[in-house]
T-cell receptor, first 113, second 119 residues
Framework: KQEVTQIPAALSVPEGENLVLNCSFT??????LQWFRQDPGKGLTSLLL?????REQTSGRLNASLDKSSGRSTLYIAASQPGDSATYLC????????????FGKGTKLTVNP | GAVVSQHPSRVICKSGTSVKIECRSL??????MFWYRQFPKQSLMLMAT?????????EQGVEKDKFLINHASLTLSTLTVTSAHPEDSSFYIC???????????????FGNGTRLTVT
């Protein structure tokens, strides 16, 4: 059974700092990994999707990497801003015929002005 | 970009009543939609997979008679919480995937969620 873990559970940084969020998964046989952002009381916004054959994806100040063999992904946020404050979730689709996403519990990020 | 609309965003109901939540894909078609439940400070737990034109697939431990799912068109799925009780109070979120892209290549698009409070 696939399990996704995110460390740390919470992170507080001053504005302007670069930061890394970590995600690990137990079953490396995945189709893809997706990073989401969730604002309080809201749904999820898709940030980046990395296919299993890819090593990284970039969007603006965000860079996500994937090391499938070791079951790890990182989300790098450059020059953080207070507007980046949210909970960041990673999720994977595991090979084996299912379309289901398995989520981690998320990292709550606070960027202080 | 792909938009998923979920209504209502917030509902308060009395114990014993039923509540219907709608999930619509606005600019794409979705054969498959997913319903999640999220408790405070917890991750999303998949409740069921909604399949257009056929029965939903429920996760283990989810009562299908309590959480009725109807996916009558390629753009609409509904979740009805029947005979709601206070323990059903939670945040319910739907998601959908664009039919045009294979699921292993396609991101999931989420609605903004529904906060259900049962008094």
């Amino acid at each position: 059974k696939q399990e996704v873990t995110q460390i740390p559970a919470a992170l507080s940084v001053p504005e302007g700092e670069n930061l890394v969020l970590n995600c690990s998964f137990t079953d490396s046989a995945i189709y893809n990994l997706q990073w989401f952002r969730q604002d309080p009381g809201k749904g999820l916004t898709s940030l980046l999707l990395i296919q299993s054959s890819q090593r990284e994806q970039t969007s603006g100040r965000l860079n996500a990497s994937l090391d499938k063999s070791s079951g790890r992904s990182t989300l790098y946020i450059a020059a953080s801003q207070p507007g980046d404050s949210a909970t960041y979730l990673c999720a994977v689709i595991t090979q084996g015929g299912s379309e289901k996403l398995v989520f981690g519990k998320g990292t709550k990020l606070t960027v202080n002005p | 970009g792909a938009v998923v609309s979920q209504h209502p965003s917030r509902v308060i109901c009395k114990s014993g009543t039923s509540v219907k939540i709608e999930c619509r894909s606005l600019d794409f078609q979705a054969t498959t939609m997913f319903w999640y439940r999220q408790f405070p400070k917890q991750s999303l737990m998949l409740m069921a997979t909604s399949n257009e034109g056929s029965k939903a697939t429920y996760e283990q431990g989810v009562e299908k008679d309590k959480f009725l799912i109807n996916h009558a068109s390629l753009t609409l799925s509904t979740l009805t919480v029947t005979s709601a009780h206070p323990e059903d109070s939670s945040f319910y979120i739907c998601s959908a995937r664009d039919n045009r892209v294979p699921y292993y290549n396609s991101p999931l698009h989420f609605g903004n969620g529904t906060r259900l409070t049962v008094t």
